[in-house]
């Protein structure tokens, strides 16, 4: 669960370390902090059968847990007990990602999608049923700009707007894909679904057209999940303008007493800093070790305009 204030938060079972909290225990009953994200702005997590990923405001991809068919994208089969970098997706521009099982399916803002983890009914769509280690672009679905992607146990949706089809790939045994009973279908195909809103399960996948906010909720191999049109989840607290612009307005004291709230709310957290002076224009999907990703320029703006506001300016 990822707090409006920026923290991510993790319980229950930690049988292969898929909390992220770095401890030995298998089952954690408490909410527990993931430490080692701190300060990084988060838009979105995903939990698999015995992993999770995570992606942030920026792009950047984290991994942890279950790793025994690569499902983490690491380049190896070992275990982490601690969100490990996906280095391999650097500048990839993901916005969304998805867990089946054993496997993982990222997206790009450019409607790439990649996938990696086990492949052994095909559900990483790169014809064949081999594991792969690190992630693989979906050759199939080249120039096809997916705007939605989702993960069942073991098969894999992707939306594509422009056709309005939806293709799918992986294992077909209760009919979940719309092709015949134990069909394996190891390339993307056009699928008779309805688009839009998705709720995907361990063996089944529906697709509707509601447009709302997405959310995850994952009950042991279970997913579900409602996608927005550009499948975004910022639920983090961010400075917006139009709010900045209500801040140094004329203010009742009840209205003061819930801009103090959200200022403190904002102000105190590291991610959420982070996240609302990230560079514009794509600029922020570059964030590195070696560009910060922050646009100081606007940072500089927002301190000039809450300045012509002493009760605000002192607030912050």
Not at 86 to 98: D, N
Not at 103 to 119: I, M, P, Q, R, Y
Not at 166 to 171: L, T
Request: glycine letters at 10%; charged letters at 20%; proline letters at 4%.
């Amino acid at each position: 669960s990822v707090h409006e204030g920026g923290e991510l938060f993790t319980w229950g079972q930690n049988t292969h370390g898929q909390l992220g909290v770095g401890s030995q225990a298998t089952l954690i009953l408490q909410p527990q902090p993931v430490k080692s994200l701190k300060g990084i702005p988060l838009a979105q997590i995903a939990a698999g059968g015995a992993h999770s990923i995570v992606v942030s405001l920026s792009g950047a991809v984290y991994s942890w847990g279950k790793n025994d068919f690569g499902q983490l994208g690491l380049g190896d089969t070992e275990d982490r007990g601690c969100p490990s970098y996906v280095g391999a997706l650097e500048h990839w521009k993901t916005v969304f990602i998805s867990c089946g099982a054993d496997h993982t399916a990222v997206l790009s803002k450019e409607g790439l999608v990649c996938t990696f983890g086990a492949g052994g009914a095909g559900q990483l769509g790169h014809n064949s049923t081999q594991n792969e280690l690190t992630p693989r672009v979906v050759a199939e679905l080249l120039g096809a700009r997916v705007s939605q992607i989702a993960c069942g146990r073991q098969h894999t949706l992707a939306y594509v707007p422009s056709l309005d089809k939806v293709y799918s790939f992986g294992s077909d045994e209760k009919v979940q894909l719309g092709e015949q009973p134990d069909q394996l279908v190891p390339l993307p195909t056009k699928s008779p679904v309805n688009t839009g809103k998705s709720c995907e399960g361990n063996d089944h996948s529906t697709l509707y057209n509601d447009i709302v906010q997405p959310v995850i909720l994952s009950i042991s191999s279970y997913i579900f999940m409602h996608f927005t049109q550009n499948s975004y989840l910022n639920g983090i607290a961010t400075l917006k303008d139009e709010e900045v612009d209500a801040w140094i307005s004329n203010l009742s004291l009840q209205r003061w007493e819930s801009v103090k709230k959200n200022i403190r709310l904002i102000f105190s957290s590291e991610a959420c800093i982070n996240g609302s002076f990230l560079e514009k224009r794509d600029k922020h999907f570059k964030t590195s070790k070696e560009f910060l990703g922050i646009d100081m320029s606007e940072v500089q703006r927002f301190y000039k305009k809450i300045s012509k506001k002493p009760l605000v300016y002192q607030e912050v």
